[in-house]
């Protein structure tokens, strides 16, 4: 268990860090990014070095230059993850017919299925629009999917389940689904 002395000590050697490197982790990362995302990353890189404080080895710039770095790393695949997910929802969106009903409610449904399918993997997203939007029939989707019409089958049934758990949640997490009743948890285990 830590003293009060203990912890005054990591106060002191966190504070010795960051009035000898901070200036210099943060031109780092002013050369790798936009300066709110170098203030971020500076922040949580002494975070890093706070948590591991006995870990950070003498010269500690270098330690704390690769925890920038790796933290920065995160930080853009983040940013990539949002972007690609931001682009496939406009794909979606500008490819979705807007059904004629009371708009609010259409709208609400409309944001929630376009979700739902830019969370589905891209195999499960394209049974589901070979089948849905381009109108195929299965089998003739199975061919342009490049499988068997059972596989094809098994893959729009699991597209179709999960996206009714996506739209169906509100956090955009599938929801879990209920037991059904009529089947035996040995059958259950079987099946999947």
């Known amino acids: ?3 009060p002395d203990d912890a005054a000590e990591r106060r002191e050697r966190l504070s ?3 009035s000898a490197h901070a200036v210099r982790v943060q031109a780092y990362l002013w050369r790798h ?5 170098a203030q971020d990353v500076l922040s949580e890189t002494f975070l890093v070095a706070w948590r591991r404080l006995d870990d950070v080895p003498d010269p500690s710039l270098p330690w704390l230059l690769v925890v920038a770095r790796n933290l920065l790393r995160n930080a853009h695949r983040a940013a990539r993850r949002r972007r690609t997910l931001d682009d496939e929802l406009a794909a979606l969106a500008a490819s979705a017919p807007l059904p004629e009903a009371a708009p609010e409610a259409l709208a609400v449904e409309r944001d929630a299925l376009l979700r739902g ?10 049974a589901i629009l070979l089948v849905a939007w381009d109108g195929l029939a299965p089998a003739d989707a199975a061919d342009v999917a490049g499988c068997s019409a ?11 389940r999960r996206l009714a758990a996506y739209a ?10 209920p037991a059904d009743p ?3 948890p040995a059958s259950s285990r079987r099946s999947a």
């Open 1 to 3: 268990m830590s003293t």
């Open 16 to 18: 010795a860090l960051w």
């Open 33 to 37: 990014t936009d300066p709110d995302t």
């Open 117 to 126: 399918l830019a969370r589905l993997g891209e195999r499960e997203r394209e």
């Open 150 to 160: 059972a596989t094809f089958h098994v893959r729009l049934h699991r597209a179709r």
């Open 168 to 177: 169906d949640s509100t956090d955009g997490r599938p929801s879990p689904r």
């Open 182 to 184: 009529t089947r035996s």
